[in-house]
């Protein structure tokens, strides 16, 4: 019933801007916890950003923070990701997360999440 759906990806050079979209279905936006991870070739998946349920409060891995921004919009069901300043270091498969009963402290981890998108890809060029 929940359907997670990423779009927004593409190649891009490194101080470009680019803004991924997750739509959601099934879903009533405010009840769930909403996540971006992403993954590069050979390496482990990293949280990027959170949106938290109820809240609205956002957080971020250390290695975005004050480059990306995750927000939503509650009458279409989506949710975003606006990433600025790209750097080669961001090139990875995006993904979109969700989960209804998540607890702070397994916020970065992504077996915690229920629901996945089929990820995005992105990649910045020097």
């Known amino acids: 019933q929940v359907q997670l759906v990423e779009s927004g990806g593409g190649s891009v050079q490194a101080g470009d801007s680019l803004r991924l979209s997750c739509g959601t279905s099934?879903?009533?936006?405010?009840?769930?916890?909403t996540a971006w991870f992403r993954q590069a070739p050979g390496k482990e998946r990293e949280f990027v950003a959170a949106?938290?349920?109820?809240?609205?409060?956002?957080y971020y891995g250390d290695s975005v923070k004050g480059r990306f921004t995750i927000s939503k919009d509650n009458a279409k069901n989506i949710v975003y990701l606006q990433m600025n300043n790209l750097k080669p270091e961001d090139t990875a498969v995006y993904y979109c997360a969700a989960d209804k009963n998540l607890i702070l402290s397994s916020m970065t981890t992504s077996r915690q999440y229920d629901y996945w998108g089929q990820g995005t890809q992105v990649t910045v060029s020097s």
């Open positions: 099934g879903l009533t936006s405010t009840s769930y916890t």
């Open positions: 949106l938290w349920r109820n809240t609205g409060r956002t």
